[in-house]
C-alpha cells in the first residue's frame, strides 16, 4: 500500500480516535469553550503524524510542519495530483478549519443572525419582488475561469495572445483584481464571479450549503447553460454547484486545455446561452501544462516559476483559438466574455524570492502583485477601457450584468459595476464579507428565481 493511501486510512481512523478520547476524558461538560480546547486539542494531536507523513512524501519545496499555515495550501493539491478526486485528506482540512474557525467565533459569541443595519443594506440590493421584469441575457455568455493565472502572467512573454488581446477595443480589463476566496478556495472563486456573493466565514459553501438556490450570470439562460470541467463532478461537489448557480449541464472533458476550449466553441456552436469552462492545466505543482509548453526559460529560473510560467505558456496558445473567434465574423464576434483566474496561488514567502530573482536578473514581471486579471470582451464595451486601481472579485457580477444591460433587477450584487466610471460603492468589502455569510447560512436568496 502506498503512502498516499496510509495518509487516507489515518484519517478514517481519526473519527475513531475522537470518540475514544472524547468517552475516556468524559466531555460532558456545560462548557462549550472546554468542549471546543479540547476538541482542538485532540486535532493537532492526530493531525500532526498524517503532516509528518506528507512531508516525507512531496517535494521539498512543497513541506511545512505547520499543520494551519497557509502553505500547506501547496501540499493538499499536491496530494489531490495523485487522487484526481476529494480525498479523505481533502475533506479533512475543511474540518481541520472549521474546528479552528468555531473555537474562535464560540469565543466571541458570534451567530448569522441579521441585525437591522445589515437588513438594510439587504433590502437596498436584493429585490425578490421584481422577479417578473427579468429579461433574458442578450448575449451568449462565456466565463473562461483560468486556474490559478495571476496578472504578472499576462506579459508579452508568457501570454502573447491575452496580453495583446486586453489593449484591443470592446475590451474592459484590470490588472488588480482582488481575491476574494476562503477555506472554498477554486470554489469560492467560482461562486463569486457567478453570483456577486461572498462565501461563508468558516468550511465551504460547496459542502456546506450546495443544495440552495442562488442568483446567477447564469440563471438569465433559461436553462440554457453549461458548466465544462475537467475532471470528476464530485470535486469540489460540482454537479451539485453547477445546478445552485443556475448551470443546468455540467460536462466533463479532458484535462488539457486544448480540448477545455475546443468545447467552449462546441457548446457555443450548440445553442447555449452561456458557457462557463475550468481549467486544470495549471494546477499546483504545475507539471501537467509545463509539461505542454514550448516555452523555454531560463535555466537559473526557480523550478516552481519556471514550471508556472509555462503553464500559462500552454494555456495562452490554446485560448487563442477562443480569442481569434472574437474577430468580425467570428463565431463570437457578438458574445460576452469574461477571462480572470479562480485565485491567486502564490504565498508571501515565495513571492519574496521570485522577486529578488526578477530583481537580479531583469525580469519585468511584478510577481509581488497579489492579483488577479479581469479581461472582458463585449461588444457593449465602446474602445478600450483599463481599470484604474484595485477592485474585488465581487465587482465581476454587478459589472458583467451592467455591460449586458440589467437584465435582472432581483440582485445587484456586493460589488460595483467596474464598467461604470461614476460607480459608488454601496458597501464595504467587510461588511460584504458579513453579509454574504449571513445571506448564505439563513438561505436569504430562495426566492431568488
Not at 461572498?198 to 442568483?215: K, M, N, R, S, V
Not at 475537467?230 to 455540467?250: F, R
Not at 474577430?327 to 491567486?344: C, F, M, P, R, Y
Not at 529578488?356 to 514581471?365: N, W
Request: proline share 6%.
Amino acid at each position: 500500500m502506498g503512502l498516499f493511501e496510509w495518509f487516507d486510512l489515518w484519517y478514517l481512523a481519526v473519527p475513531v480516535i475522537y470518540a475514544a478520547a472524547a468517552f475516556l476524558l468524559g466531555i460532558k461538560s456545560s462548557s462549550s469553550s472546554l468542549r471546543a480546547l479540547i476538541t482542538f486539542a485532540l486535532c493537532l494531536a492526530a493531525h500532526f503524524p498524517g503532516m509528518a507523513m506528507v512531508n516525507r512524501a512531496v517535494p521539498e519545496e512543497y513541506r511545512c510542519f505547520n499543520p494551519f499555515s497557509a502553505k500547506m495550501h501547496n501540499v493538499y493539491p499536491y496530494i489531490n495530483d495523485y487522487c484526481r478526486e476529494v480525498s479523505v485528506a481533502h475533506l479533512f482540512i475543511y474540518d481541520m478549519s472549521d474546528v479552528v474557525r468555531i473555537l474562535r467565533n464560540d469565543e466571541r459569541n458570534l451567530d448569522a443572525t441579521f441585525r437591522p443595519d445589515e437588513m438594510e443594506d439587504m433590502a437596498m440590493l436584493y429585490h425578490p419582488e421584481l422577479k417578473g421584469e427579468r429579461k433574458p441575457i442578450p448575449d451568449t455568455v462565456i466565463i473562461l475561469l483560468i486556474e490559478s493565472l495571476e496578472s504578472w502572467a499576462v506579459h508579452k512573454d508568457i501570454m502573447p495572445n491575452l496580453e495583446a488581446f486586453t489593449h484591443r477595443d470592446n475590451v474592459l480589463y484590470s490588472s488588480s483584481l482582488k481575491p476574494q476566496i476562503l477555506a472554498g478556495t477554486s470554489s469560492d472563486g467560482q461562486f463569486i464571479i457567478n453570483t456577486g456573493i461572498l462565501p461563508i466565514d468558516h468550511g465551504a459553501i460547496c459542502f456546506t450549503y450546495p443544495e440552495q438556490t442562488y442568483p446567477s450570470i447564469a440563471a438569465g439562460s433559461e436553462g440554457n447553460a453549461v458548466m465544462i470541467i475537467p475532471h470528476s463532478d464530485k470535486v469540489w461537489n460540482q454537479k451539485q454547484m453547477s445546478l445552485a448557480e443556475g448551470y443546468g449541464t455540467t460536462v466533463q472533458v479532458g484535462e488539457n486545455d486544448d480540448e477545455i476550449f475546443g468545447s467552449v466553441l462546441e457548446y457555443v456552436g450548440k445553442g447555449f446561452r452561456t458557457v462557463q469552462a475550468l481549467t486544470l492545466s495549471s494546477h499546483v505543482p504545475f507539471t501537467a501544462g509545463a509539461a505542454r509548453s514550448s516555452l523555454q526559460t531560463p535555466q537559473d529560473m526557480p523550478l516552481l516559476m519556471a514550471n508556472y510560467v509555462k503553464c500559462m505558456n500552454y494555456t495562452d496558445e490554446n485560448m487563442q483559438a477562443i480569442l481569434a473567434q472574437t474577430e468580425a465574423g467570428g463565431l463570437l464576434h457578438n458574445a460576452t466574455i469574461v477571462i480572470t483566474g479562480d485565485h491567486t496561488i502564490f504565498y508571501r514567502d515565495k513571492r519574496k524570492s521570485m522577486k529578488r530573482y526578477c530583481s537580479r536578473t531583469g525580469l519585468p514581471y511584478r510577481v509581488e502583485d497579489p492579483y488577479c486579471p479581469l479581461i472582458i470582451y463585449s461588444p457593449h464595451i465602446k474602445g478600450n477601457r483599463q481599470v484604474k486601481g484595485e477592485c474585488c472579485q465581487m465587482d465581476i457580477y454587478p459589472t458583467v450584468m451592467g455591460i449586458l444591460g440589467n437584465p435582472d433587477p432581483v440582485w445587484n450584487g456586493f460589488g460595483i459595476n467596474l464598467a461604470d466610471e461614476g460607480a459608488v460603492r454601496k458597501v464595504s468589502e467587510e461588511r460584504a464579507m458579513r453579509l454574504g455569510n449571513k445571506s448564505v447560512r439563513n438561505n436569504l436568496f430562495k426566492d431568488c428565481r
